[in-house]
């Protein structure tokens, strides 16, 4: 891949399989520290990041949804990370997102680089 094809755009982590939206948000906490261990850092935190639910398929459980702003190889290795801190009874997937559904993340990203 060239770095011109690994440029930071918006990725979606997917923890599925929740019985309730309760026990999938109950992950954020976890997941936060996993991104930004030290909340009191100067900004801007090195990956722009929110989270969201879904509903998980026909079975009607709830996905956790990470959203992040940063390129195709970091996105692939936090999810790694995600994987690791859920365990292996969770899906973890990633994949590109759309910005129009994540666009403070977007522009997050482009007011802390300067890119206004």
Do not use: N
């Amino acid at each position: 891949m060239s770095p011109a094809d690994d440029q930071p755009r918006v990725y979606e982590i997917r923890i599925a399989g929740h019985p309730s939206t309760e026990e999938a948000l109950a992950l954020q906490d976890p997941i936060q520290r996993l991104l930004c261990p030290d909340p009191d850092h100067a900004p801007p935190c090195e990956v722009p990041w929110s989270f969201t639910v879904a509903d998980d398929g026909p079975d009607h459980s709830t996905a956790l949804v990470l959203g992040v702003y940063t390129s195709e190889g970091q996105a692939k290795r936090l999810a790694a990370q995600v994987r690791t801190l859920v365990g292996e009874g969770r899906d973890v997937a990633v994949s590109e997102g759309d910005a129009g559904e994540w666009e403070e993340l977007v522009e997050q990203y482009r007011f802390e680089q300067g890119l206004r």
